[in-house]
């Protein structure tokens, strides 16, 4: 099913544009990776998924339904600019955006109840807001968005300002959430848990999309694979075969980049034959890799 | 409009407000302090009662001692005599010898002071005070008074004319007005000097009430602005309507302060008098006052009617103002307009209470800021007749309040979201014609 179709989106403020015709479809289920650096427009798409802001041109369906007000109690969301009520009390704030959600009362607090709980904040329920840590406080916006059960939970860079034992929380309940068949749509700059958490991802950048698709066939289609090697014996073979592109001596082992199409097995064979290895690992590209090539590529003009 | 989202909106800013020890100590205060400024002033008059004060009257024309006492027979609450007057008469020391000795009677508290009649007083009409202390204005007012009095019978004497009988005429011949206003159903009989008085402190009061209610708007929409919480918020529920519940959220809190305020001088008003008898305390001036204060229901539903059609309209512009700004500070700039707005109301009022029917009056009170305090007083003044454009005053204050309603949530719904540089003006119009 689908759960988000976005056409051709676009949106302007004074002479920036922050979106420039955007597209993208979202299969229910998946951990969708909404990457790009800085400004990239990403806090400003998902806006427009909220119906805070209005595409100026374009059009945006959830769960096939263009008005999202209707379907707005199934969408969590938690914006990258959160903030919580700090005079008021743990629960009593919780039970406030449950009722924004129209979650009867008693459900309400059983599910407050339970997450408070499950994030070690039980004991912190009576307290007011202000008098609990930044992290609790973050934890406190997370608890809101999932508390209602929503389908789609649209989480906008949410490990940041976490320590790793949060962030590590928090990432359990994303994949529990995915096993219980949510879709999750994950916006951060951060590639490496991207990298750990996205089935699919969709880089932006300066409001263009530069990459999308599964994560594994990104990684595929950037597989300018490398080589990480050590053996015995001098270089001179290495340097001179038509299957190598780059060779770097890292001192403790050697890195090579193998020209398209090259077989990495080949390489392989050529090289146990001749000397003596002791390592030998194909090294996929890193998806900060993929980003920084990407990224200083488009910038440069590259696109 | 009125979904369950907003009344989520409206519960959590009437109760986070009405739980608060500032809003708790400021309704309960207000009838604590007057209560406690009343009894206070009955308290302290009865701490500091003044005690008999003994004079000595050096009179040199012997004819008008007995008269003047005997004017001034009043007794102190305790039913002691407030004055005791003791006339002395030269025995052949001469005057200066005489007051020489009075002050050292004075300075040993024998006498409080002395009053010199001079033989002279018909022609020069002159007389001396002096004492341990001057400040008693009254009480010299009041020798002067009886001193005058036995003068002007003795002058009058003199030309052969009846001093008694003309003193009689006299005061036979004052005169009682009694005031009324002319109205469709008849006359109404009317004390125009408490009207006024109520119609003054409703009316500022009203005012008060606007700009306090309405600047808890502001800082309302700062709070969630500087906290970042507006996203979370306008993520579920529409800008115009988190701005609505919000509106009416802290209106409630205005009419419940406002209940609590009424429901004290109702009481007051009403059973006031009969509680201060049964305490065994004197009623005082402050149950005439309240009686002649005429806070009648209806006044009572008009100021609530007022208030809420006041706050409404300028609630919205301070919610207009918290969104264009990130700190209190930022919003004083614009604050300033609105609040000019409603005093230049309150000095209109302040000429139109008089003169309710004049044109200007008319037309002041047509303007949708001015309507609240203007037409308010133009109505308590005018009660029980409804002044002109009463009803095409409220017609236009409510049309205005609907469509600044309207133009207020489009630069609110985005300047909620911008934060960092307070805009300009004339950006937050560009604001207005963002889809």
Same mark, same amino acid.
């Given at each position: 099913?689908?759960?988000?179709?976005?056409?051709?989106?676009?949106?302007?403020?004074?002479?920036?544009?922050?979106?420039?015709?955007?597209?993208?479809?979202?299969?229910?289920?998946?951990?969708?990776?909404?990457?790009?650096?800085?400004?990239?427009?990403?806090?400003?798409?998902?806006?427009?998924?909220?119906?805070?802001?209005?595409?100026?041109?374009?059009?945006?369906?959830?769960?096939?339904? #263009?008005?999202?007000?209707?379907?707005?109690?199934?969408?969590?969301?938690?914006?990258?600019?959160?903030?919580?009520?700090?005079?008021?009390?743990?629960?009593?704030?919780?039970?406030?955006?449950?009722?924004?959600?129209?979650?009867?009362?008693?459900?309400?607090?059983?599910?407050?109840?339970?997450?408070?709980?499950?994030?070690?904040?039980?004991?912190?329920?009576?307290?007011?807001?202000?008098?609990?840590?930044?992290?609790?406080?973050?934890?406190?916006?997370?608890?809101?968005?999932?508390?209602?059960?929503?389908?789609?939970?649209?989480?906008?860079?949410?490990?940041?300002?976490?320590?790793?034992?949060?962030?590590?929380?928090?990432?359990?309940?994303?994949?529990?959430?995915?096993?219980?068949?949510?879709?999750?749509?994950?916006?951060?700059?951060?590639?490496?848990?991207?990298?750990?958490?996205?089935? $699919?991802?969709?880089?932006?950048?300066?409001?263009?999309?530069?990459?999308?698709?599964?994560?594994?066939?990104?990684?595929? $289609?950037?597989?300018?694979?490398?080589?990480?090697?050590?053996?015995?014996?001098?270089?001179?073979?290495?340097?001179?075969?038509?299957?190598?592109?780059? *060779?770097?001596?890292?001192?403790?082992?050697?890195?090579?980049?193998?020209?398209?199409?090259?077989?990495?097995?080949?390489?392989?064979?050529?090289?146990?034959?001749?000397?003596?290895?002791?390592?030998?690992?194909?090294?996929?590209?890193?998806?900060?890799?993929?980003?920084?090539?990407?990224?200083?590529?488009?910038?440069?003009?590259?696109? | 409009?009125?979904?369950?989202?907003?009344?989520?909106?409206?519960?959590?800013?009437?109760?986070?407000?009405?739980?608060?020890?500032?809003?708790?100590?400021?309704?309960?205060?207000?009838?604590?302090?007057?209560?406690?400024?009343?009894?206070?002033?009955?308290?302290?008059?009865?701490?500091?009662?003044?005690?008999?004060?003994?004079?000595?009257?050096?009179?040199?024309?012997?004819?008008?001692?007995? /008269?003047?006492?005997?004017?001034?027979?009043?007794?102190?609450?305790?039913?002691?005599?407030?004055?005791?007057?003791?006339?002395?008469?030269?025995?052949?020391?001469?005057?200066?010898?005489?007051?020489?000795?009075?002050?050292?009677?004075?300075?040993?508290?024998?006498?409080?002071?002395?009053?010199?009649?001079?033989?002279?007083?018909?022609?020069? $009409?002159?007389?001396?005070?002096?004492?341990?202390?001057?400040?008693?204005?009254?009480?010299?007012?009041?020798?002067?008074?009886?001193?005058?009095?036995?003068?002007?019978?003795?002058?009058?004497?003199?030309?052969?004319?009846?001093?008694?009988?003309?003193?009689?005429?006299?005061?036979?011949?004052?005169?009682?007005?009694?005031?009324?206003?002319?109205?469709?159903?008849?006359?109404?009989?009317?004390?125009?000097?408490?009207?006024?008085?109520?119609?003054?402190?409703?009316?500022?009061?009203?005012?008060?009430?606007?700009?306090?209610?309405?600047?808890?708007?502001?800082?309302?929409?700062? /709070?969630?602005?500087?906290?970042?919480?507006?996203?979370?918020?306008?993520?579920?529920?529409?800008?115009?309507?988190?701005?609505?519940?919000?509106?009416?959220?802290?209106?409630?809190?205005?009419?419940?302060?406002?209940?609590?305020?009424?429901?004290?001088?109702?009481?007051?008003?009403?059973?006031?008098?009969?509680?201060?008898?049964?305490?065994?305390?004197?009623?005082?001036?402050?149950?005439?006052?309240?009686?002649?204060?005429?806070?009648?229901?209806?006044?009572?539903?008009?100021?609530?009617?007022?208030?809420?059609?006041?706050?409404?309209?300028?609630?919205?512009?301070?919610?207009?103002?918290?969104?264009?700004?990130?700190?209190?500070?930022?919003?004083?700039?614009?604050?300033?307009?609105?609040?000019?707005?409603?005093?230049?109301?309150?000095?209109?009022?302040?000429?139109?209470?008089?003169?309710?029917?004049?044109?200007?009056?008319?037309?002041?009170?047509?303007?949708?800021?001015?309507?609240?305090?203007?037409?308010?007083?133009?109505?308590?003044?005018?009660?029980?007749?409804?002044?002109?454009?009463?009803?095409?005053?409220?017609?236009?204050?409510?049309?205005?309040? *609907?469509?600044?309603?309207?133009?207020?949530?489009?630069?609110?719904?985005?300047?909620?979201?911008?934060?960092?540089?307070?805009? #300009?003006?004339? /950006?937050?119009?560009?604001?207005?014609?963002?889809?």
């Amino acid at each position: 099913m689908q759960i988000l179709e976005i056409k051709n989106i676009y949106k302007r403020f004074g002479d920036v544009t922050a979106v420039n015709n955007l597209s993208f479809n979202l299969e229910a289920g998946n951990v969708f990776g909404f990457l790009g650096p800085n400004g990239a427009g990403k806090t400003t798409t998902i806006r427009m998924i909220m119906n805070i802001i209005v595409p100026d041109s374009g059009s945006i369906s959830v769960m096939g339904n #263009s008005k999202i007000s209707e379907i707005n109690n199934t969408i969590g969301y938690l914006p990258e600019e959160r903030g919580i009520y700090r005079k008021m009390k743990v629960k009593e704030v919780l039970l406030f955006l449950a009722k924004l959600k129209e979650m009867k009362n008693a459900e309400a607090s059983k599910a407050i109840d339970y997450w408070l709980d499950r994030m070690s904040l039980g004991e912190w329920k009576k307290k007011k807001v202000e008098e609990l840590s930044k992290g609790m406080q973050q934890k406190l916006q997370f608890i809101a968005t999932i508390m209602f059960d929503p389908s789609l939970i649209i989480l906008d860079e949410p490990f940041m300002g976490l320590d790793p034992i949060n962030v590590n929380i928090i990432k359990d309940i994303i994949m529990e959430m995915k096993r219980k068949g949510k879709t999750i749509i994950f916006s951060t700059h951060s590639m490496d848990s991207a990298e750990k958490l996205c089935d $699919r991802i969709l880089l932006v950048n300066k409001g263009k999309e530069v990459l999308s698709g599964k994560l594994s066939e990104v990684k595929q $289609r950037f597989g300018t694979k490398n080589i990480h090697l050590n053996y015995e014996g001098d270089d001179a073979y290495l340097r001179e075969s038509e299957l190598v592109d780059k *060779f770097d001596d890292f001192g403790n082992f050697i890195e090579i980049q193998m020209k398209p199409d090259a077989d990495p097995q080949e390489l392989l064979k050529q090289v146990s034959s001749r000397y003596r290895v002791s390592k030998f690992e194909i090294v996929e590209p890193s998806l900060n890799d993929i980003f920084i090539q990407v990224v200083s590529g488009s910038e440069m003009g590259g696109e | 409009m009125l979904n369950k989202k907003v009344i989520a909106v409206i519960q959590r800013e009437y109760v986070t407000r009405v739980r608060t020890k500032g809003f708790i100590i400021g309704t309960i205060l207000f009838p604590l302090i007057i209560t406690l400024i009343f009894s206070g002033v009955y308290l302290f008059g009865k701490f500091f009662q003044p005690s008999t004060r003994k004079y000595a009257i050096i009179d040199e024309t012997g004819v008008i001692f007995a /008269e003047f006492a005997a004017n001034l027979s009043d007794t102190l609450k305790t039913g002691e005599p407030k004055f005791i007057f003791e006339e002395l008469k030269p025995n052949g020391e001469s005057r200066d010898e005489l007051i020489k000795e009075l002050q050292k009677d004075i300075n040993n508290k024998k006498y409080h002071g002395y009053v010199l009649i001079p033989a002279d007083i018909v022609e020069n $009409r002159t007389a001396y005070y002096a004492a341990r202390n001057v400040g008693d204005f009254e009480e010299q007012r009041s020798f002067s008074r009886a001193i005058s009095r036995q003068v002007a019978n003795l002058r009058l004497a003199k030309k052969g004319y009846p001093a008694e009988e003309i003193r009689d005429e006299i005061n036979q011949g004052w005169v009682n007005m009694v005031s009324a206003q002319v109205t469709e159903k008849g006359e109404v009989s009317k004390n125009s000097a408490s009207n006024y008085l109520m119609t003054y402190l409703l009316s500022y009061f009203l005012m008060i009430f606007i700009m306090t209610y309405g600047q808890s708007v502001t800082r309302s929409v700062i /709070e969630e602005k500087s906290q970042r919480i507006t996203e979370t918020i306008i993520s579920t529920i529409k800008p115009g309507e988190l701005m609505l519940g919000k509106l009416i959220g802290i209106s409630f809190t205005g009419v419940t302060q406002l209940a609590v305020f009424g429901g004290f001088i109702f009481i007051v008003a009403h059973y006031g008098a009969s509680l201060l008898t049964q305490a065994g305390l004197p009623q005082g001036e402050f149950m005439s006052i309240m009686e002649n204060l005429h806070l009648s229901i209806p006044m009572l539903l008009f100021f609530l009617f007022f208030f809420l059609m006041g706050y409404a309209i300028f609630a919205i512009l301070f919610a207009g103002v918290g969104a264009m700004v990130n700190t209190e500070e930022e919003g004083q700039q614009f604050l300033l307009p609105n609040i000019m707005l409603n005093i230049v109301g309150f000095f209109i009022m302040i000429s139109v209470a008089k003169n309710p029917d004049t044109p200007a009056a008319f037309w002041a009170s047509l303007f949708p800021f001015f309507t609240p305090v203007v037409m308010f007083c133009r109505i308590a003044v005018s009660d029980p007749v409804m002044p002109s454009g009463a009803y095409l005053s409220v017609a236009i204050l409510a049309a205005s309040i *609907f469509f600044l309603f309207k133009l207020v949530s489009r630069i609110y719904r985005v300047g909620i979201l911008m934060y960092g540089k307070k805009p #300009s003006l004339k /950006e937050a119009f560009k604001w207005l014609r963002y889809k």
